[in-house]
């Protein structure tokens, strides 16, 4: 069988606080509307941006994570797989396309959010387990030479 990727990256931010749900087995899932945009000049030299929302879906131990530590405006890099769905209601169907998230990293500083001082500025969740990165782990990011 030829193998296949079903991979996706993205980096936003958040328009809402993560919404938490329990299923009936007791996992916990994490719901996040994460959006995008993209800024371009148009032919007649106006600037134009569209933004696209990507719903999210994190599980278990991220989901754990993202209800403690993120709200709206949070900006976060995630990566994971696309989901295709679909429910019927009233007898009109209804597509749904949702990120399922592997891997979520929290981006900014302390100083990003008065109540974060407490906090670790980065969290980074890697399946089962979790690493934390302080702002003096990542002080070297900004002496770039180019």
């Not at 991220?62 to 403690?68: I, K």
């Not at 009109?92 to 906090?119: C, H, K, N, W």
Request: charged share 30%.
């Amino acid at each position: 069988m030829a193998r296949s990727l079903n991979k996706i990256q993205l980096i936003g931010n958040l328009g809402r606080d993560p919404e938490i749900r329990v299923t009936p087995s007791g996992t916990r899932v994490a719901s996040l509307s994460v959006a995008t945009s993209r800024e371009w000049t148009d032919r007649s030299g106006q600037r134009q941006e569209k933004t696209e929302w990507h719903r999210v879906s994190c599980w278990d131990k991220l989901a754990e994570v993202c209800e403690r530590y993120l709200q709206k405006g949070d900006r976060v890099y995630i990566e994971g797989s696309v989901e295709y769905s679909q429910s019927e209601q009233d007898g009109q169907v209804r597509y749904f396309t949702d990120i399922r998230a592997r891997e979520m990293i929290m981006l900014g500083g302390r100083g990003d959010r008065p109540e974060s001082t407490s906090s670790p500025s980065v969290q980074r969740s890697a399946g089962a387990g979790m690493q934390d990165f302080t702002d003096d782990a990542l002080a070297g990011e900004d002496d770039l030479p180019f």
